[in-house]
């Protein structure tokens, strides 16, 4: 009786977006599904259990524990001919590293349905985002959107339409191609009322609100996440929650609104949302303000201890555990402070990610590529490591998507300009550094601005060339400005001390 009420509860609570109170509902009658044989009501617990454990926020339970019990059911359905069971555990667009972990389940699936019918456009739907995670090449992922489109379009399916076209949106932002993102994402949002799964908009609103950001549409990415947080609120998921606090915190940092960016990310840890990239954005801020380095320090190293070694997982976000205060270390690279411990740090880092010709060691995601690059491209200019820093820069220029890119206040061209400089190319220098002001004064980016006329003038003022030390004075008193709104500590007094020597 116990077992039969909890699962009944479970489900009442799971249908109602309690996932917390379904969660424990299941747990009390997890005995029944024990690693081993399972039955029926065994399978059905397990499939409760596990779609209410990936919605609260956990990703290390949701790769030891609640993938793994989906995919314990879907075995069980598919070995015992219950097709339809089976299929419905296959058919679950819930996040990333679930929709990613989930993929030999879809493909297992795939095989039990008719190639060109609406159940085979459901798992495709599904696997053209896995492929997409998992794969080097973007081609397998659009294909299988495309067909799975072809299908619900013929059908007139009106939601299945609407969940692919968020999950290809999703994909095309992974592969930085913002505009086409934008589009999609904004076609699910407009189309809202045809959805089924309120998780579709939110997949929209948020890769929406990534990719106006990233193109320097600011108001539309603040509205876009605003709306973003509504409904993830209403939807009670911690998983979404905190991609919404990331969608903020993401436009708000490209804003120069620092201390927004800390009071939300303290909001965020308040209500018990752990998500990573919440906490990169927020300790960023917090060091591009000021935060003491020995602060930092403090930070990460509870976080070291056996994991101070990183094995990259293919396919996963590269933002986990402590790797969120590493690419929260990038304003330190950034104003040269001293952090010895902390440069110690970045080393392994770049040394799990890196080979020593500075090629990945492992496939990452174009998105997430990107923030490796900027770690190391920091760390090479930071440690003047000229074979490094000549291996990152040609890497830079090969990634998909604009060459305009903004991560924790900094941007990429500003970056190989200091990469320039460092090789000793002048002209490359001197053009990148150009590039990097036309970019953030187009896109509005401030923090990026503010720094990019800071390294430009240093660059200008070490050069030495006549005209140099007329042009880096008003680049000088701009980065103050800007930097004195934004409360930016660090860049202040690195732009004094420049403008003392301009002064000599």
């Keep these: 009786k116990l077992i039969n009420y909890s699962v009944i509860a479970g489900n009442r609570a799971l249908a109602n977006s309690a996932f917390e109170d379904a969660l424990n509902h299941f747990e009390n009658c997890m005995s029944i599904a024990s690693e081993g044989e399972i039955d029926q009501k065994g399978a059905e617990i397990l499939v409760g259990y596990g779609k209410a454990g990936v919605s609260i926020g956990d990703p290390v339970r949701t790769r030891s524990e609640f993938v793994p019990s989906l995919e314990r059911a879907f075995i069980y359905f598919k070995d015992s001919d219950q097709r339809e069971n089976a299929l419905s555990v296959a058919d679950f667009p819930h996040s990333t590293l679930v929709q990613t972990l989930m993929k030999p389940v879809q493909q297992m699936a795939l095989d039990m349905v008719e190639p060109d019918s609406l159940e085979a456009a459901k798992i495709l739907s599904i696997l053209g985002y896995s492929l997409g995670m998992t794969e080097t090449d973007i081609q397998p992922s659009r294909d299988a959107f495309e067909k799975a489109l072809k299908i619900a379009r013929q059908a007139d399916d009106r939601a299945?339409?609407?969940?692919?076209?968020?999950?290809?949106?999703?994909?095309?932002?992974?592969?930085?191609?913002?505009?086409?993102?934008?589009?999609?994402?904004?076609?699910?949002?407009?189309?809202?009322?045809?959805?089924?799964?309120?998780?579709?908009?939110?997949?929209?609103?948020?890769?929406?609100?990534?990719?106006?950001?990233?193109?320097?549409?600011?108001?539309?990415?603040?509205?876009?996440?605003?709306?973003?947080?509504?409904r993830a609120e209403r939807r009670r998921d911690n998983y979404w929650l905190g991609r919404a606090y990331t969608a903020l915190l993401e436009v708000q940092t490209a804003n120069g609104n620092f201390p927004e960016v800390i009071r939300l990310g303290t909001a965020a840890a308040e209500r018990g949302i752990t998500d990573t990239h919440v906490t990169t954005l927020c300790i960023a801020a917090k060091m591009q303000i000021g935060m003491d380095h020995k602060e930092f320090v403090s930070m990460l190293e509870p976080l070291l201890g056996s994991n101070r070694t990183i094995s990259p997982t293919k396919g996963a976000s590269i933002l986990t555990g402590v790797n969120a205060l590493v690419f929260a270390s990038i304003p330190i690279l950034q104003a040269g402070i001293d952090a010895k411990h902390i440069v110690e740090y970045l080393k392994s880092f770049i040394s799990a990610y890196l080979d020593q010709d500075g090629q990945l060691v492992q496939y990452q995601l174009p998105l997430w590529e990107r923030m490796v690059r900027f770690v190391s491209g920091h760390y090479a200019v930071y440690t003047e490591n000229i074979d490094l820093a000549a291996s990152q820069y040609k890497r830079m220029t090969e990634l998909p998507g604009p060459s305009s890119d903004f991560f924790l206040g900094a941007e990429r061209t500003c970056l190989m300009g200091e990469i320039s400089a460092l090789l000793g190319d002048v002209d490359g220098a001197d053009l990148n550094f150009s590039q990097s002001l036309v970019n953030c004064r187009d896109k509005g980016w401030k923090p990026s601005l503010a720094w990019t006329l800071f390294k430009y003038a240093d660059f200008l003022l070490k050069r030495d060339e006549e005209g140099g030390r007329d042009k880096a004075g008003p680049m000088l008193d701009e980065a103050l400005k800007l930097a004195t709104d934004m409360g930016m500590e660090p860049l202040m007094q690195s732009v004094l001390s420049k403008r003392e020597i301009l002064k000599a």
Aim: zero cysteines; aromatic letters at 10%; proline letters at 1%.
């Design 160 to 230: 299945l339409v609407v969940r692919i076209l968020a999950n290809y949106a999703n994909i095309l932002a992974f592969f930085r191609q913002w505009d086409d993102a934008f589009v999609m994402a904004m076609e699910v949002i407009d189309r809202e009322e045809d959805s089924r799964d309120p998780v579709d908009s939110l997949r929209a609103l948020l890769w929406a609100a990534n990719s106006s950001t990233q193109t320097g549409q600011l108001e539309k990415a603040y509205s876009l996440a605003q709306q973003m947080m509504g």
